[in-house]
């Protein structure tokens, strides 16, 4: 019931082309969904965050897809490049009528980027 | 840009030993975390921290581990006595608003147990 599936595990993608990641959820108690890109040895760096309430949203090159009655969501990033190949983590929160709870982390994709 | 820094970036202890794991969040942030990362595996909540208070903890944040906000900036995440298989990444993460909102991560710091 926590839990976020991710996959894929790995990724493997030419430059220009447009990796998706997508995450799975069952706890419909869930209504934040952030993306993480970590680089090695560094935390993890918010890249972009989704409310259940929209289906799409945009931040430069990177989108995410929101499907509510699915229970989904996933990642693309337009225009891929080498300068992209990290990890990437969705997560998802509870709400719970607004303690400070904390993400639970889909187990995480590793994205390579070819030149 | 405002960012969360962690301090030691690296730790090394004996089985048993005492460690005491220390953040800066960001400063107008109200909410604090930590996270762990085993090598190779996702991140985990440990607990979350606000007014003085833990909020929430997982269950991998038993008795071994306490949490305290010594003073205005920072925020400390102590292990009593610690065993191999605490060896992780710890990120502190912070927060400016109730609810649904951003966390951000500091560089995190890894902890080995010998």
């Known amino acids: 019931q926590q839990q976020v599936k991710q996959s894929p595990q790995s990724l493997i993608v030419q430059k220009g082309g447009i990796p998706i990641i997508n995450c799975a959820y069952e706890?419909?108690?869930?209504?934040?969904f952030p993306w993480y890109q970590q680089f090695p040895g560094k935390g993890p760096a918010l890249l972009i965050a989704i409310r259940p309430d929209v289906s799409e949203k945009k931040e430069g090159r990177f989108t995410i897809s929101f499907n509510k009655s699915a229970k989904q969501f996933s990642l693309h990033i337009m225009d891929s490049q080498p300068g992209d190949s990290a990890t990437y983590f969705c997560a998802a929160r509870i709400g719970s009528g607004g303690g400070a709870d904390g993400l639970t982390f889909g187990k995480g994709t590793h994205l390579i980027i070819q030149p | 840009e405002p960012e969360v820094t962690q301090t030691p970036s690296h730790q090394v202890t004996q089985m048993g030993q005492e460690v005491i794991l220390r953040c800066v969040p960001i400063s107008n942030h109200l909410y604090f975390y930590w996270y762990r990362q085993i090598l190779g595996q996702k991140v985990e909540f440990l607990v979350s921290?606000?007014?003085?208070?833990?909020?929430?903890k997982s269950e991998i944040f038993d008795d071994q581990f306490s949490v305290e906000r010594p003073d205005g900036s920072n925020f400390t995440l102590k292990i009593r006595s610690t065993k191999l298989e605490d060896s992780a990444m710890y990120f502190c993460?912070?927060?400016?608003?109730?609810?649904?909102?951003?966390?951000?991560f500091g560089p995190g710091t890894r902890l080995t147990v010998t």
């Open positions: 993460a912070s927060s400016a608003r109730r609810g649904p909102y951003e966390q951000y």
């Open positions: 706890n419909t108690a869930f209504d934040y």
């Open positions: 921290f606000y007014n003085n208070e833990i909020s929430e």
